[in-house]
């Protein structure tokens, strides 16, 4: 009788647990439904780079994907600097859009690497209507195969426009 009361008890335990962490997932799935993205940013995502070194060869850039096709490159040291504009032919914008849905992007789980002591971070960041950051993912090393396919993917269309030697360049300016 005891193991019978035991293992009912568990079962309970277990399914309010699991119950609250469905809940959770539920409650975030339906903001991520309501969120109306904006008409103007598809997206941005961070050029990436080293977490050791100089201030200077430290410095990461923030790329902004314009629904217009335009990508435009933005460092934050020592002050807001755009670093570079370029225009996305067409081809490659569609490519992008391929790759980067906003409502798969916003529906991706991803963890950071705790265990790593000297990496880099990586994010996607999606916004809302009003051009404000709504949601960022990825962080310090961060682990998640689909989300290394979406950003991965942007990062390898964007590789012929010459955005990483902008960065350099920029970073070897500021030494």
Known sequence: MRKLLGSILVIIMVTMLTGCG???LKE???ENEDIKYS???LLSLNNGAPGYGTRAECIDAEIFIYTDRTVKVVVYYPEELEIASLELSEADYERVLTIADP???SSLKTE???EVCDGSSYHITLYDEQDEEVLSLGG????????WEIYGGIKEILEPYGIHESVVAYRESVE
Not at 140 to 147: A, L, R, S, V
């Open 22 to 24: 469905a809940e959770k």
């Open 28 to 30: 975030k799935e339906k």
């Open 39 to 41: 008409e103007n940013i």
């Open 103 to 105: 409502e798969e992007i």
């Open 112 to 114: 950071e690497d705790r």
């Open 140 to 147: 310090y090393m961060p682990e998640g195969k689909k989300f």
